[in-house]
């Protein structure tokens, strides 16, 4: 079952609503910073790689 809202998916989860938004919350705060470290990763790399060859 797909839900619309976090209302209702707190409401099929048997949760808060409250509770299931700080549960995305921290997903999407854990998301951004793995996005975020596996492009620094891939910019360290690139430069450094770039630093080899010059």
């Not at 989860?13 to 910073?33: D, F």
Request: net charge positive.
């Amino acid at each position: 079952m797909q839900e619309r809202s976090v209302t209702g998916a707190a409401a099929h989860l048997g949760r808060t609503q409250s509770a299931v938004s700080h549960s995305l919350a921290k997903l999407r705060g854990a998301r951004t910073r793995l996005i975020a470290t596996r492009f620094s990763l891939c910019l360290s790399s690139r430069f450094s790689g770039s630093r080899i060859f010059l």
